[in-house]
């Protein structure tokens, strides 16, 4: 039986269980990224940030340590970096329906494709780190991609 501390830990890992769905648990944690989103949306950019900024490494030690505590690698029940990634992916880009729906299908294609570095964050580099820089790059690719459909529509 987990600990106390370990079931927090899971709890915040697996995007409040979200990472135990039985199918997609990726794109679920996706779901639950745009939660966190519409949240902190109409916050300054400096303080959504600093939000990203701290999530980031929120997500890479509770990562890490929850992959210890389920004992296998970048687990798929761990959602805290595709969150993350959808937090990035969402930096600096306006408020709307469309782009939340375009945003979320851009991170999970490019976090599916795992285009390069995405890759080689996914495959060289352990532990938590591991598990959120690929979304990190995931993000900024799909974030770079709403930029550009931003300047092209305007």
Same mark, same amino acid.
């Given at each position: 039986?987990?600990?106390?501390?370990?079931?927090?830990?899971?709890?915040?890992?697996?995007?409040?269980?979200?990472?135990?769905?039985?199918?997609?648990?990726?794109?679920?944690?996706?779901?639950?990224?745009?939660?966190?989103?519409?949240?902190?949306?109409?916050?300054? %950019?400096?303080?959504?940030?600093? /939000?990203? *900024?701290?999530? &980031? =490494?929120?997500? @890479?030690?509770?990562?890490? #340590?929850?992959?210890?505590?389920?004992?296998e690698?970048?687990?798929?029940?761990?959602?805290?970096?595709?969150?993350?990634?959808f937090?990035?992916?969402?930096?600096?880009? %306006?408020?709307?329906?469309?782009? /939340?729906? *375009?945003?979320? &299908? =851009?991170?999970? @294609?490019?976090?599916?494709? #795992?285009?390069?570095?995405?890759?080689?964050?996914?495959?060289?580099?352990?532990?938590?780190?591991?598990?959120?820089?690929?979304?990190?790059?995931?993000?900024?690719?799909?974030?770079?991609?709403?930029?550009?459909i931003?300047?092209?529509?305007?």
């Amino acid at each position: 039986m987990p600990s106390f501390f370990e079931r927090v830990i899971l709890f915040i890992a697996t995007g409040a269980y979200s990472g135990y769905s039985p199918i997609v648990p990726g794109t679920v944690g996706t779901l639950v990224g745009i939660g966190l989103y519409l949240i902190i949306c109409n916050t300054s %950019p400096l303080i959504y940030s600093t /939000i990203a *900024l701290l999530l &980031f =490494f929120l997500a @890479v030690l509770i990562s890490g #340590k929850a992959e210890k505590i389920l004992n296998e690698k970048d687990s798929i029940h761990i959602v805290i970096d595709e969150i993350f990634g959808f937090i990035v992916t969402m930096a600096f880009v %306006p408020i709307s329906f469309l782009y /939340i729906v *375009l945003g979320f &299908f =851009f991170f999970r @294609v490019f976090d599916i494709l #795992k285009i390069f570095p995405v890759n080689f964050f996914d495959e060289k580099v352990k532990g938590g780190y591991g598990i959120v820089l690929d979304d990190l790059f995931a993000g900024i690719y799909a974030n770079l991609l709403l930029q550009a459909i931003r300047f092209f529509r305007t």
